[in-house]
């Protein structure tokens, strides 16, 4: 089961708030949770489910097909996964795959490779591109070991992993390890090659440098 925490939209990316207005950062985070959610929809590797109470989320979910774990506490993408990985124990699931909705460049083909190194008993990390942060973690079986996000997660999740004793496969994936949390952030995605909804919108809001070929917009001034 493919996992998606989705906290409420209303409210999110407060770091980018000395640049976009509350109503511009929805609006981003729902394009990148749209991004997200096609492109694990075209890997076709295994059932989704978004664990959230937000509304768009909730819709989105219902024209995937994807499943939904309701989130209602809305506290931390922790506490939702901790819940949602009970819920799949329960369920008789075995393999959760997390990941977060603000991954906007990610690619069909990264979580098929994701599968694809996937030992029998054990699990697969995906670190953010600071090395600090954990941008997907596929465990088998599913309560292996907790999961704790936040900007310092990866470094706890490998040695948790180590300590399971069970084999770890450490991924470099380009487009799940490309986040945004940061300004810069903003500047990269409009700026690289692609037409996502989320670099679209990057561009449209002044982000992209005219001067760039990933860039097939202006940028306003």
């Known amino acids: 089961m493919i996992l998606i925490p989705v906290k409420n939209l209303s409210g999110a990316k407060q770091r980018l708030a000395a640049v976009l207005d509350q109503a511009s950062r929805t609006e981003l985070a729902r394009a990148m949770l749209m991004d997200v959610a096609e492109s694990v929809a075209a890997s076709a590797c295994d059932d989704v489910a978004l664990v959230t109470s937000d509304a768009f989320a909730l819709e989105l979910a219902r024209q995937h097909g994807f499943d939904v774990i309701r989130d209602d506490s809305n506290v931390s993408e922790t506490d939702a996964i901790e819940m949602a990985t009970r819920l799949c124990e329960s369920r008789g699931i075995d393999c ?61 999740h490998l040695a948790a992993a180590i300590t399971a004793d069970k084999s770890c496969v450490v991924l470099s994936l380009p487009g799940v390890a490309f ?43």
């Open 179 to 221: 986040d945004i949390d940061m300004p810069e952030d903003l500047r990269e995605l409009a700026n690289a090659a692609g037409e996502t909804r989320s670099q679209i919108l990057a561009r449209q809001s002044g982000f992209g440098d005219a001067t760039n070929p990933g860039n097939v917009l202006t940028a306003k001034s």
């Open 96 to 156: 959760t795959l997390v990941m977060p909705g603000d991954i906007p460049l990610i690619q069909a083909a990264e979580i098929r490779a994701i599968y694809e190194s996937a030992p029998d008993a054990g699990c697969v990390l995906v670190p953010a591109r600071d090395k600090r942060g954990t941008n997907a973690a596929l465990r088998r079986p599913s309560s292996l070991f907790p999961l704790r996000f936040g900007n310092d997660s990866f470094m706890p």
